[in-house]
């Protein structure tokens, strides 16, 4: 069983920044990637960044350039650095796990856009 932890999420105002991460623990094995998701209230959850065991990123085209993702492997931690945040940023951001036999979701950390 993997276990995510999400942590760094909160309130900020427009234009500032804010640093996520992503711990995972447990029965980790052949991990393909790690990613962020967000899901906006009324709207379905969408990709915002991943990143490849072998450190490929990708990112949503409306983000690129204000939203940075990188990944600790030692620790098995995957880092979302956030900045120039806008009120449509506001979401429950959710931490993402494939490996070869599972996808699995961390519970979610509220990330509120807001002056």
């Known amino acids: 069983q993997v276990q995510l932890v999400e942590s760094g999420g909160g309130l900020v105002q427009p234009g500032g920044s804010l640093r996520l991460a992503c711990a995972a623990s447990g029965s980790i094995f052949s991990i393909l990637g790690m990613g962020w998701y967000r899901q906006a209230p009324g709207k379905q959850r969408e990709l915002v960044a991943s990143i490849t065991n072998g450190g490929r990123t990708n990112y949503a085209d409306s983000l690129k350039g204000r939203f940075t993702i990188s990944r600790d492997n030692a620790k098995n931690t995957v880092y979302l650095q956030m900045n120039s945040l806008k009120p449509e940023d506001t979401a429950v951001y959710y931490c993402?796990?494939?490996?070869?036999?599972?996808?699995?979701w961390g519970q979610g950390t509220q990330v509120t856009v807001s002056s």
């Open positions: 993402n796990l494939r490996t070869v036999s599972s996808n699995n």
